[in-house]
């Protein structure tokens, strides 16, 4: 393993990924004027098939017993905050929604994940965010349209009014206007922005040196350093194998009609006993769509040559949707739990990717078999609420800092065969392979299915 040493001022720094981690960085790093920083991407930003692009994504501190996010949410709630006061004095809209997450438990009690956060939350000092919803009635009387949902057994329930979501897209747009204007150079395309591979130089005992990258036109961009942040497409650039794994998780929208819009509008982030089943979904949104999603085990989608899992997505695929067994089971749990979905066909669906890592924390560190590059990856599908103040967190491994971050974030000596992570290895069995064409399980969901079609479940 080579030592690491931090960037001098004035050195080039390239990011590879305009997403959640490779704007974040970019940001934090342009505020210190003393770099060159440039950004490279595929396609325009905010990538349409980024895990980063979506209408919503959640924003919540509730972390179980994991203080470091917890910590990390609180001091990033206040930039969202203010993020909503730039984009009101340029006539937009707000990028965060503070509507609450609602938690639920079920048969009368909460899972340990739900437990552990109300006591982290309490001993943080933010005990006061947390409304007890501890009977049906209590539930029902703030929510009626959970009714159903409370007599299917979700009956125990607490709302952290310090929380809710993002309008993930338009964050990205956000901090990424943020970043041209503090003069941070981007290079966008199919070919002048795809990167391709590291250009290398020998270095001492063996270890490869960093010295750029190529894109796919050819073209060699030489740096001091390299970031390497292209989220679930890490581990097909660059060997990760032992720390991330690209894996796709299932999300819909419904359109629902205007009878319904009041209800589902005036709600808050809901999920489900988060644990065991893995379900949540949001308000409709000022489009009149609705999202649910389930933060499973998920799928891969392992390429020919070597067996490693890359993203498929709709700009390769097209047609692609999601997995017919996906939509049956988010069919019959929404049947009990939001049963007004069950008259509304699936708008539209995609699997959304994550740098899944092996304990679900982030891996954002120099890498120990290459000089002069840095691995920011590991979302594991949490990642996008800390858009505002993960950067500078970033730039603590960048620049060699010792901190509860770079400790935790660090290249893991774990076993490859370790679970994902805890959380999720009790929702499902085992990963997936995606659009199978032997297994009816995975098999990707025609239009015609998408409807809303009760019989046939």
Request: glycine share 8%.
């Amino acid at each position: 393993m080579t030592a690491y040493t931090p960037p001098s001022p004035g050195s080039k720094i390239i990011i590879v990924g305009g997403g959640c981690f490779g704007l974040s960085t970019a940001h934090a790093l342009s505020l210190k004027k003393k770099y060159d920083i440039w950004v490279f991407d595929r396609l325009p930003i905010p990538a349409t098939d980024a895990a980063s692009t979506d209408i919503n994504k959640i924003v919540r501190m509730d972390y179980a017993d994991d203080t470091l996010y917890l910590q990390l949410m609180l001091e990033g709630m206040p930039i969202w905050r203010q993020w909503n006061k730039e984009r009101a004095a340029e006539g937009l809209g707000p990028v965060y929604n503070e509507t609450g997450v609602l938690f639920f438990g079920s048969n009368g009690k909460f899972s340990d994940y739900e437990k552990k956060s109300i006591k982290s939350i309490t001993e943080a000092g933010y005990g006061h965010v947390i409304e007890h919803l501890p009977t049906p009635k209590s539930i029902t009387d703030k929510y009626p349209q959970f009714k159903e949902a409370v007599e299917n057994g979700y009956d125990i329930a607490y709302l952290n009014k310090d929380g809710g979501w993002c309008n993930s897209a338009e964050a990205v747009k956000h901090i990424y206007n943020k970043c041209i204007k503090n003069g941070v150079q981007f290079v966008l395309g199919p070919d002048k922005g795809t990167f391709e591979k590291f250009q290398e130089k020998p270095g001492s005992s063996g270890v490869k040196e960093v010295v750029g990258i190529v894109t796919k036109d050819k073209k060699v961009h030489y740096a001091d350093r390299v970031i390497m942040a292209t989220g679930s497409w890490t581990p097909g650039l660059v060997d990760i194998s032992t720390q991330c794994i690209a894996t796709g998780q299932v999300v819909a929208q419904f359109q629902p009609p205007q009878s319904l819009i009041t209800s589902l509008k005036n709600q808050p982030v809901w999920c489900t006993d988060v644990s065991r089943t893995g379900y949540y979904g949001f308000p409709v949104n000022e489009g009149g769509r609705m999202k649910v999603a389930r933060h499973a085990t998920g799928y891969i989608a392992p390429r020919l040559q070597d067996n490693v899992s890359v993203p498929r997505t709709q700009v390769t695929h097209s047609g692609d949707t999601i997995p017919v067994g996906a939509l049956k089971h988010m069919r019959t749990f929404l049947n009990g739990f939001l049963p007004q979905t069950s008259s509304l066909d699936v708008v539209y669906s995609r699997i959304c990717w994550y740098s899944d890592s092996i304990d679900g924390g982030f891996v954002i560190s120099p890498h120990p078999e290459y000089k002069n590059l840095i691995v920011a990856s590991g979302d594991s599908g949490h990642a996008m609420k800390f858009i505002p103040i993960l950067g500078y967190k970033i730039c603590h491994v960048i620049e060699g800092v010792d901190s509860e971050y770079t400790r935790s974030w660090k290249w893991r000596e774990l076993d490859a065969k370790h679970q994902l992570d805890c959380l999720r290895s009790e929702v499902d069995g085992g990963l997936l392979i995606l659009a199978d064409p032997n297994t009816e399980e995975t098999r990707l969901a025609s239009l015609e299915e998408l409807k809303a079609v009760k019989a046939k479940l």
